[in-house]
């Protein structure tokens, strides 16, 4: 493998471990989330992001981005164990578990825009990950204002 596929491989591995972190995440926020509409938003925000790691292995199937299983990453564990301790100790469990989706989504817009800034990436992968990055803005712009109006 030459060493321009295996950076992008290695990228693109960064977002499945980003959007397995996501997922892992917005279930555990969804769990300490207490009204039953942010609780529903987070389940949606962990299923989306399920699709997003389903359309990144569809779209570089000769690529090894790991297993279908989701295991996220030693960083994400440490962020959802400090989302249960922060639950824990706030008055407000689902003002903090929105502030907490705005932070890792900050995190993963950063993460794209490092992988679309690589010349080396395919056109339509680019696409894609474009598409999903926007996706990702228009999320975290929604828990902003939702954890604004709380």
Do not use: C
Not at 99 to 110: F, L
């Amino acid at each position: 493998m030459n060493n321009d596929v295996k950076k992008i491989e290695d990228r693109l591995k960064d977002l499945v471990t980003k959007n397995e972190d996501a997922v892992i995440g917005f279930e555990k926020a969804a769990e300490n989330a207490n009204a039953a509409g942010i609780q529903s938003y987070f389940s949606k925000k962990a299923e989306e992001r399920k699709i997003f790691l389903k359309t990144l292995r569809n779209a570089a199937q000769d690529l090894d981005l790991g297993d279908k299983e989701i295991d996220g990453s030693t960083a994400g564990a440490a962020h959802r164990a400090w989302m249960d301790v922060k639950a824990f100790f706030s008055g407000d469990n689902d003002e903090a578990m929105l502030e907490e989706a705005v932070r890792g989504d900050k995190s993963a817009i950063d993460e794209y825009n490092d992988v679309l800034a690589e010349t080396h990436v395919p056109h339509r992968l680019k696409e894609i990950i474009r598409e999903q990055r926007d996706a990702i803005q228009n999320d975290m712009e929604t828990s902003e204002i939702l954890e604004d109006h709380r």
